[in-house]
């Protein structure tokens, strides 16, 4: 029994005592290993030619060799005949016909890959048939001329459906002029193969070409592939680390640790459970330290068994330097930060100015939410801010108060930032100061424009009190002046006349004298405050007999002009309060000059009065002026009084940047 045929591995069984001429096998040696009993006694191997024997391959290793004429091999080509009909794999049967061959059978599975157009073809000569594909026509020829079995693989275009399959073609020569080819439409699993390669081609340039450490290794460690980062940190060639232990690659300083590093990762590394992540630090091609964090991945058969493992390093050392960075940025600042994750923990916070906006019970803060970890005040204004925050990348700012462990009331500004991918990040800074400069700012700017309000209210008043002084006093004297002049021009000069004349005019150059005084003092501009002080006293004391007591040392500093005016001004004005509503008969003048402030002292043995029951009168008592030239010089204004007591005004100015005398 022979197997003939070996097409795709699908052998016919054939025995060569069925047929019908002399027929035998041969080994690959050339040996006769069967023989029909149509052969002659005596036929050897060496003979087969002189014979008329021909050769064709059966299956590999064994042909088969006969001697037949047209009558003789009908039986058999029936048999082929019958056999290819019936394989499921396309087929076609070619007849050698001079130097060309001729398409003169096919099979069913032929119709379908050609779509029913080799059903029109038959009787088609292969040169025209293969005009385009002349390598098919060769692969006939060379195997109806040798006698023997080929295979390939190749894209075929059939040109009358106008399509392209890969095709495993066998041809195989079955009789001296006729040569079954066998085919099978491979086009899916052609092309499976080839999305496969790109697959591992786009795989293999993905994983090189990242800059994290990757390598794949097996129970035993064996390296079974790195990519090139993973060769750049170590030093290594690929060939240098393909089929080597992984701990070869380490550094020996490590290896110890790095083996049980990697024994505990496969304890802990399951089918349900099959990655784990460890922070694992190591040298690099430089001897260079680096902090890694190394992520395992444990792969398994259908059994369950680990077949590979992967691993991936990540180098983390720049990240750790830089939150080494930050972290003392935010321990350097005087504020307190936070970050709250996307689901509402408080990831991690720092209170370098010890604010108390975090609550005692906070720490440790693993799973704990911002509500529970921040004072109910701050947290509920960051829960009504987070919907708005999630939409937005915008800061979000804003300012609360509230009683310090201190026990005072303090002010904060929160800042609020989102952070892509992890939640929002806060700073909260304590601006009490601010507030409070703010807050002075603010009544200072409402007190100059009350301020500006009284000085055109004053000015205002002192015009309509120039005007009336001019009006009832000096015009008085002008009109008895022109009566006096009038009485001369009828009756002539006479010395009574003369005399009330000079009366009038001396009458009348005292009054504006007086007026002139009362808007600035000559004696200041010409002589200085301490005489224009001592003038005032003396005026007060010839218009009312109050008796004046005066202490006046400027040392040797010389006042500006424009604060010698103020201080004036400011004696002035607590004298006529002295002169109009104390009912005293005594006053006290002190002005001291130090070496950084200018004292002001003026008391009264009057009647007194109660300060804070007279507040709305400060206008009319002259103490809202007094007060505001004490703080256009930076300087503290005070009132002592009380009924029956009297009343004392004391005033400290700044004198820093005035200039001193030759003699200081």
Known sequence: MARVFGAFGEFMDLSIDQLPFPALVLNDRGEIVAKNAHCQVGLTADCLESHGFKTTELSKGFRLAYAVDDVEERPWRKRYEEYYRGTPQPAFVWQHVGDDFELIGHNEAAIDLTQGTIQHIVGIRARDFFKDQLHVFDDLLESIAKGKRIQRRMLYYYQFSKISRWLDVVYQPVLPDIVFVHTRDVTDEVEYLNRL???????????????????????????????????????????????????????????????????????????????????????????????????????????????????????????????????????????????????????????????????????????????????????????????????????????????????????????????????????????????????????????????????????????????????????????????????????????????????????LIRKVREVSTGLRSSVLEDLGLEAAVTELAENARLATGLQPHLRIDLGHVELSKELQQDVYRTVQEAVNNVVRHSKATKVKIAIDVGREALAIEVSDDGVGFDPESARDRYEGLGIRGMMERAARWGGIFGLESSPGEGATVRISLPIAKEKRSKRA
């Not at 380490?250 to 990655?275: F, S, V």
């Not at 460890?278 to 680096?290: H, Q, S």
């Not at 937005?392 to 300012?399: H, K, L, M």
């Open 197 to 507: 390669a790109e697959s591992e081609r786009r795989y293999r340039a993905v994983v090189q070409d990242q800059t994290e450490l990757v390598c794949r290794w097996l129970p035993d460690r064996t390296l079974t592939f790195v990519n090139e980062a993973f060769c750049r940190f170590f030093g290594r060639s690929e060939a240098e680390c393909i089929g080597r232990d992984l701990l070869e690659i380490a550094d020996p300083a490590i290896r110890d640790a790095a083996q049980e590093a990697i024994e505990q990762g496969k304890q802990i590394m399951t089918a349900d459970n099959p990655t784990r992540s460890i922070e694992f630090p190591a040298p690099n091609a430089n001897g260079e330290m680096r902090d890694l964090i190394w992520v395992d991945r444990a792969m398994f058969d259908g059994e369950g068994n680990v077949v590979e493992y992967q691993t991936v390093g990540r180098d983390v050392t720049e990240h750790r330097l830089a939150e080494g960075r930050l972290t003392a940025v935010m321990n350097a600042l005087p504020d307190l930060y936070f970050l709250i994750g996307k689901d509402g923990r408080l990831l991690e916070h720092q209170d370098s100015a010890g604010f108390g906006l975090i609550l005692p019970d906070c720490d440790p803060i693993n799973g704990k939410t911002y509500d529970q970890c921040l004072h109910p005040e701050l947290a509920q204004r960051i829960k009504g801010l987070l919907p708005d925050m999630a939409q937005s990348r915008s800061p979000n700012t804003f300012e609360f108060a509230l009683n310090a462990k201190d026990g005072q009331r303090r002010w904060f500004e929160a800042r609020l930032v989102q952070v892509l991918g992890v939640g929002v990040a806060s700073i909260v800074r304590d601006i009490s100061d601010r507030h409070r400069a703010e807050t002075a700012v603010r009544r200072r700017t409402e007190e100059l424009i009350a301020m500006t309000d009284r000085l055109q209210r004053a000015q205002e008043d002192e015009r309509k009190r120039i005007a009336s002084e001019l009006h009832d006093e000096v015009a008085q004297y002008l009109t008895a002046l022109s009566h006096t002049i009038e009485q001369c021009e009828r009756s002539g000069v006479t010395p009574d006349l003369m005399d009330r004349a000079k009366s009038v005019v001396g009458d």
